[in-house]
């Protein structure tokens, strides 16, 4: 009746009762109204909006339903009379969401109002045009079933907006498109799809501006999504043709966005029954035409790509093959068991390939780990480990097909974290038959696997050790007189052996079982007599040393240095005949100097080892002379080496010179102190100028990537895109000749050869040019410079000269790091000074160079001000404030921006504190140029000052949050990047604020506001920078939101889909735990880490998740400690896990692929998927939209229920040390009394806790044995003294003798392993001394 009365009072005329959302209608009424004679404030409006948006979340339907028309009318007024895009956004969100949350059945009469005002409207403005579109999108996005009879006409008006000038207009109508498409779900006319269809191929995909391609690409997806109604098989193809020319775009954004679409798109296509026509019904096409659709759009155009975009094209092609892989899993439901089927149509890309190609190889591990192994299950992922090695079986398979297999072998292991005994039964056949292979790779690879192998299974080192030193005896007795046809398949046999006997030596110390005490010894006399032995055939000799110097190299680098300290001077002996007296007369007794070089390479790399671990140490003491003098002796043998060599010129010897000269200095840059070798300096100097003596000879330093600031990435050319391992992928360039992967090293590169030696030798000359020229005096430095500075005036004419200004940023970027190290810059004379900033305004000055070059230049003069004295750096600051003032050119003015901004940022402090204030001034003006280059440059250039002037910059706080407002209210066309920048700028903002950002002040507002409108767009980059926002809050202003807030926000982003997303969400979790312990307790968020943990395939992520947990066990358990063991039994026990689905979170399941709107309310809301779908609400919808997905029952992994085991564990330390936890007499007593807060005391779950540790103890799991016996002797430890109060004399524990017992024996049987055969007799060991001192065990 209520109602009735009130909705019949607003019918009649009545006064409507005023509401906080009806007094916010009421301003936007007042707003439009004055519209008519002056266009609304954007701010103003932007304000407002963002107001009524979080209005609308707290009324009831009621309230809105009564102000429902006023507001409706109001918002689309706004709209056509033309808005900025942020106002826009808001409007057409606002209309949506109130449609929605009241009276629904006006959405008929507002779509069909839209449509008609926009065929109507004749040449409108843009903005107007933009608006009505992005607000018709948005119903559609929300209400498409209901409204599906308007679908011809909107692609009408489509085909209207797409003709104007303005790249906003038709970006917006192929936004409105995709929404239509996504929104209506393939219901709807045939003819409208059709030519929805003919609009996108006319002329979206071939725009002359990249976001509207984009945003065609996205319409071709969704049409994929929607089961592509009214498309037929030639329509399909000619998409998937356009999808892979796109994918040679020079825009980054474009050609992800066609590898989605052309991935969405074949999914379709080999799931024909999905299609759908014209009046729903279901297309019947054979599915092997669609099955070729795999070899004509994804492996043809791979095989033949070639020229300067083959590597833009594989790269598209590769992510194309993940996001089809995914969508046939996540969406068709083919099950994660069927994928190894496709498995072999991607290796077959390698068997295709005759000769070595790294980029292709590592575009194949990229999709085999990504698109296959990712989305496994665990019994999956045993099955597929299992299929490869089988396939290793075949004798047809190439080298680079074994590479790839046994690689994502090794990863296989880890993550499944124990060896299925299915593939130990294909062991023999297929990894280690491999170690004798033809190639060298394939024989390193297979080292590499044993050694994963040995990571997750101990037990089979020793086994493996002594094999591998007893092949290589027999190996050298054969070898020692061989000469017949099996002498190659026995050379390779020795390098394999050796290779994989390197790797097991690396890992052994790493191992929980640890490494026999003869290893060292025994492997060390190995090596000793490879190298010192005498062979009648040349050829083996040569092989032997080689092994012998690897042997030693791994021994080195691996194994702690007091197990050789007794022998180092016999060691160091063994470096004596190649490196020391006449190298004319060693090198006239070598018959094959190529084998020679690659032999000597290896012995450099050993004596590499033996610096790091016995010279760098104790470099400055008496003993690290007394090592170190041979060391040098040796470093100069080699230089003398190279230096005859290189004057001989013979080209057969180039690739193996090189080889051996990189070696020899990175050798020299392993010296932490380039001082010690200053007699060498001079000689070095002459080798490493040569990409500056000789430029046309020597090619592009590829060191710009790793010496750049990452926190500049933002600007190119490198910027961070999903994960790091995708980035990898992108920056990959690969080299033929590369250095094969070290298996001694605890990081290996993802991908092998990432370089060819020669760029890995101006790398290192160019790297040791700069350590070398910061030690010279003054002269030399000058008379360097001047080198420098006339070889790049020199060289302005000639086409290397790109080439020769990157590498001689490299050079001076290590020069001024080396200098600042070393701290002998402040005695520099102004002369030096000049001369280097001379040299990078020279550069800056140049209008051709790159991102990179410009960057380098930029923070060189940025690390050059940080080594003069405060006197130089503000004089340099001020020189560049100057040329701001009357800028001539546009890029070198962003790059004098830039350059300002990496002077506070290096040098920032008193020296500067007076010139904040100018250069904010003069970067907040260039900020709003219409020039895009320089509104980016001069954003991020006041960012660096904002974070190194800290709380001196209180003052300029309410300038730049405006500047932060007027700039993206400007922006129409909602660049990533500049959106990027400003959330930049806000993030950088809150940390200056602090504690004085209140929740209900307008800088908080404004803030959340500008926050939620850049991740509006749901990029990567965006909505990192959203949930940075909570990370800063929780930081500097933990006032501002409450914890719950937080974790509501911060819960779904753990199962975003970017590893960038979740590493910041759990780390501000573990902030949270940290800061507020008390409120985070209540949150109960542990089974939401758990699911994370359980799909993190990020080892990083994996590591800080594992700690969190771990920080909160310890903050929760001491009052919760029932809780804990309930969950932690659970995981270790139960066969799925659950995930907290508390409000709110439940629109963000693990396995839903979409995310809803109301995730975007929320700083870590992800839609950026990989797989993307409609985006209509669940409210309209006839069924969820997780639905539509096969739900995998997924089973916990192994890893985590060893940890979970692992958790049980810390349990009865992290309850604390109260007495109450472990006697049951005080746990009763503080129980009666109430006297504590929580009465959940550790000794009242003792049975449970007991149980427990006795499942995990004799468990199905060996790898979890051991970590219940330890639990066990650790309850025996804290409950062995707790008496029985109901029957005197007698301790709690005996009536668990019994699981004691029974663990004890299976503990210590013949068939228990060494890690359980320890535990079980430290268990019966503390068991019979405690009986003899109760005798309680009867």
Not at 110 to 135: E, F, N
Not at 605 to 617: D, K
Not at 1133 to 1153: K, M, P, Q
């Amino acid at each position: 009746m209520a109602k009735r009365g009130v909705a019949g009072a607003a019918a009649a005329g009545e006064p409507i009762p005023l509401s906080r959302f009806g007094a916010l209608v009421a301003q936007l009424e007042s707003v439009v109204a004055s519209a008519r004679q002056k266009p609304p404030d954007a701010l103003l409006c932007f304000d407002l909006l963002s107001e009524l948006s979080s209005a609308l979340d707290e009324a009831p339907k009621e309230t809105i339903q009564l102000w429902q028309r006023k507001c409706e009318d109001a918002l689309q007024s706004l709209l056509v009379f033309g808005a900025c895009r942020p106002v826009r956004r808001l409007a057409s969100s606002a209309m949506g969401r109130i449609i929605q949350k009241g009276d629904a059945i006006s959405v008929y009469a507002r779509a069909s109002t839209l449509q008609g005002w926009l065929v109507d409207g004749k040449r409108a403005d843009p903005m107007a045009c933009a608006g009505a579109a992005q607000c018709l999108g948005e119903i559609y996005r929300l209400f498409g079933r209901k409204i599906t009879a308007g679908l011809i006409e909107t692609s009408n008006i489509v085909a209207k907006l797409m003709k104007y000038h303005e790249d906003f207009v038709r970006q917006d109508a192929l936004l409105l498109l995709e929404n239509a498409l996504e929104g209506s779900g393939g219901g709807g006319s045939g003819a409208a799809y059709l030519e929805a269809f003919r609009i996108i191929m006319r002329g979206g995909i071939s725009d002359k501006a990249y976001i509207v391609r984009v945003a065609a690409a996205r319409c071709l997806k969704a049409f994929a999504n929607i089961g592509g109604p009214g498309l037929g098989m030639a329509e399909l193809d000619t998409s998937m043709s356009c999808c892979v020319k796109g994918l040679e775009d020079n825009v980054s954004a474009v050609r992800d966005s066609f590898a989605e679409a052309l991935g969405a798109i074949l999914a379709l296509a080999v799931n024909p029954d999905a299609q759908v026509t014209k009046g729903g019904k279901k297309q019947n096409v054979s599915a092997k035409k669609f099955d070729d659709g795999l070899q004509k759009h994804l492996i043809l155009p791979f095989l033949k790509a070639n020229g300067a975009n083959a590597k833009k094209l594989r790269i598209g092609l590769s992510l194309s093959w993940v996001f089809f892989l995914q969508m046939i899993h996540m969406k068709y439901g083919t099950l994660d068991s069927e994928l190894q089927n496709y498995a072999v149509q991607v290796m077959d890309i390698l068997q295709g390939n005759g000769s070595p190609d790294p980029h292709a190889l590592a575009c194949v591990l990229y999709i085999l780990r990504v698109g296959f192994a990712d989305q496994m299950t665990e019994p999956t992922q045993r099955e597929f480990l299992v299929f490869l090695g089988r396939k290793l079986e075949s004798s047809n398979y190439t080298a680079p097909t074994r590479v790839a297999t046994l690689r994502i072998l090794s990863y296989l292991l880890r993550s499944l974290g124990q060896v299925p005994s299915e593939f130990k039964d294909v062991l023999d056949n297929t990894v280690v038959a491999a170690l004798s292979h033809s190639s060298a790779n394939v024989r390193v690879e297979a080292a590499l696997t044993l050694r994963a192998l040995a990571e997750v299974d101990p037990t089979c080192v020793g086994g493996l050790v002594s094999y591998g030193i007893t092949t290589l005896h027999a190996l050298r007795e054969t070898l020692s007189f061989d000469k017949g046809k099996n002498l190659n398949h026995e050379l390779d046999s020795l390098h394999g052996q050796a290779t994989v006997l390197a790797s097991l030596v690396a890992i052994s110390p790493k191992l929980l079982l640890g490494y026999p005490a003869r290893l060292p010894k025994s492997v060390l006399e190995l090596s000793k007599k490879m190298l010192n032995g005498f062979s009648r055939n040349p050829v083996a000799a040569t092989a032997e040393r080689e092994a012998g110097w690897l042997l030693l190299a791994s021994l080195l680098a691996s194994m702690p240095k007091e197990e050789l300290e007794d022998q180092v001077f016999d060691v160091l002996l063994l470096w004596a005949s190649p490196f020391t007296g006449n190298p004319e007369s060693y090198l006239s007794q070598i018959q094959d100097w190529t084998s020679e070089l690659r032999v000597l390479s290896v012995a450099i790399e050993a004596l590499t080892a033996f610096i790091r671990s016995f010279v760098s140490p104790i470099i400055t003491t008496a003993n690290g002379g007394i090592l170190l003098n041979p060391v040098l002796a040796y470093l100069g043998g080699a230089l003398s080496l190279i230096s005859s060599l290189s004057t001989k010129q013979l080209p057969h010897l180039k690739s193996a010179l090189n080889l051996f000269t990189t070696r020899t200095l990175m050798a020299y840059q392993s010296l932490s102190n380039p001082m010690v070798y200053k007699s060498e300096h001079e000689q070095l100097l002459q080798l490493c100028s040569s990409p500056f003596s000789d430029p046309s000879g020597s090619e592009e330093s590829s060191c710009l990537k790793f010496v750049l600031d990452k926190r500049d990435a933002s600007l190119g050319p490198w910027i961070p895109g999903r994960d790091s391992f995708e980035d990898e992928l992108r920056a990959f360039d690969g080299g033929v000749d590369g250095f094969l992967p070290c298996v001694w090293d605890d990081e290996i590169s993802n991908f092998p050869q990432p370089e060819s030696v020669s760029k890995m030798l101006v790398n290192q000359m160019l790297l040791c040019y700069g350590s070398i020229f910061a030690c010279q005096d003054n002269t030399v430095k000058i008379r360097l410079l001047n080198n420098l500075d006339q070889c790049l005036k020199a060289g302005r004419k000639y086409s290397w000269y790109m080439l020769l200004v990157s590498n001689a940023c490299v050079a001076l970027l290590s020069g001024l790091k080396e200098l600042l190290t070393l701290r002998g810059a402040q005695s520099l004379p102004t002369d030096i000074f000049s001369m280097v900033q001379s040299i990078f305004k020279g550069i800056l000055l140049l209008s051709e160079i790159s991102v990179a070059q410009r960057r380098a230049a930029c923070e060189g003069l940025g690390l050059l001000a940080r080594t003069g004295n405060d006197i130089f750096t503000a004089r340099m600051a001020r020189s560049l404030l100057g040329e701001l003032i009357t800028p001539v050119d546009l890029s070198y003015t962003a790059s004098v921006a830039l350059s300002l901004g990496c002077i506070h940022r290096t040098a920032g402090g008193m020296a500067l504190s007076t010139l904040v204030t100018p250069t904010v001034s003069s970067l907040s003006h260039l900020s709003k140029s219409s020039n895009c280059n320089l509104q980016l440059w001069s954003l991020h250039a006041l960012l660096l000052t904002i974070e190194a002037a800290g709380l001196s910059y209180v003052s300029q706080v309410q300038g730049t949050l405006f500047l932060a407002m007027e700039i993206l209210l400007l922006e129409e066309n909602g660049y990533v990047d500049f959106r990027q920048e400003i959330g930049h700028l806000i993030n950088a903002v809150v940390a200056v604020l602090g504690p004085e950002l209140a929740p209900g002040s307008i800088f908080f507002s404004r803030c959340k506001s500008v926050i939620a409108e850049i991740s509006s767009s749901n990029e990567t980059a965006t909505l990192l920078e959203s949930v940075r926002f909570a990370q800063q809050l929780v930081l500097f202003a933990p006032q501002a939101v409450p914890v719950h807030s937080h974790v509501q926000s911060l819960v779904p982003t753990l199962y975003s889909r970017q590893p960038s997303h979740r590493y910041l969400a759990v780390s501000t979790l573990r902030h949270l735990i940290d800061r507020d312990p008390a409120a985070m307790i209540n949150e109960n968020i542990e089974e939401n880490l758990f699911s994370m943990l359980d799909g993190e395939t990020d080892s990083e992520i994996a590591t800080l998740v594992r700690a969190t947990i771990i920080r909160l066990l310890y903050t929760s358990c001491p009052l919760h400690p029932s809780r804990w063991l309930a969950i932690l039994r659970n995981m270790v026990l139960a066969a799925s896990v659950t995930r907290n689905t508390s409000e709110g979170l439940s629109s963000s399941g693990h396995d839903s692929v979409y995310s809803t709107d109301e995730n975007d309310a929320h700083y870590g809301a992800d839609e950026d998927n990989m797989i993307s779908g409609p985006k209509q609400e669940q409210a309209h919808s006839s069924a969820p939209i997780v639905s539509q997905f096969s739900r995998r029952n997924k089973h916990l992994r192994y890893r985590t229920r060893v940890f979970a085991a692992e958790c049980v564990s810390h349990v009865p330390i992290a309850v604390g040390t109260e007495p109450a936890h472990f006697d049951l007499l005080l746990a009763r007593s503080a129980i009666a009394k109430g006297t504590y807060f929580s009465n959940d005391w550790l000794v009242l779950k003792l049975q449970d806790l007991v149980s427990l540790s006795y499942q995990i103890s004799t468990g199905q799991f060996e790898g979890m044995q051991p970590i219940g016996v330890q639990l066990l002797c650790l309850i025996m430890d804290k409950f062995g003294m707790a008496v029985d109060p109901e029957f005197p004399g007698h301790i709690l524990l005996e009536q668990f003798q019994a699981q004691f017992v029974s663990a004890i024996k299976m503990a210590i049987s013949t068939a228990s392993g060494p890690l359980l055969l320890e535990a079980g007799l430290e268990l019966a060991t503390k068991v019979k001394g405690y009986d003899k001192q109760r005798h309680w065990w009867g």
